[in-house]
């Protein structure tokens, strides 16, 4: 099995289902009658937006986390996880965290809207 450049392989993708497996949500993929009109291939979405904590980004935030308890110990993780984000990385990670019962901190800029700094606090 070759190796892409970034160190994902097969085996690392079926690892990562099984972590994420009961956690995240499994999404639809639909066809986009537009993109696949205009680009004359057929063009599927998958629909992450449909995560239970609102934001695509959860799939990676809950492997992240569940590959770090797994490779350490969840006890290794009782002083909790950090992140900086100015949004969806952030409220996944949060999300993903209280689900695996891990503190998370979310550093976030002045600048990153009250409606997402409220969706990260909850």
């Given amino acids: 099995m070759t190796q892409a450049t970034h160190g994902v392989t097969l085996a690392s993708i079926y690892e990562a289902r099984a972590r994420i497996q009961g956690q995240v949500a499994r999404t639809p993929l639909v066809r986009s009658l537009a993109l696949s009109e205009r680009f004359g291939a057929e063009v599927h979405l998958k629909l992450e937006n449909q995560q239970p904590s609102g934001a695509f980004k959860l799939r990676g935030a809950t492997n ?31 999300f993903a965290a209280a689900r695996l019962g891990v503190p998370a901190v979310v550093c976030l800029s002045e600048l990153v809207p009250s409606n997402k700094v409220h969706a990260i606090e909850a």
């Fill in 64 to 94: 992240m986390i569940a590959a770090l308890m797994e490779k350490h110990g969840a006890e290794s993780l009782q002083r909790g996880v950090t992140t900086a984000s100015t949004g969806n990385h952030g409220r996944a990670v949060a």
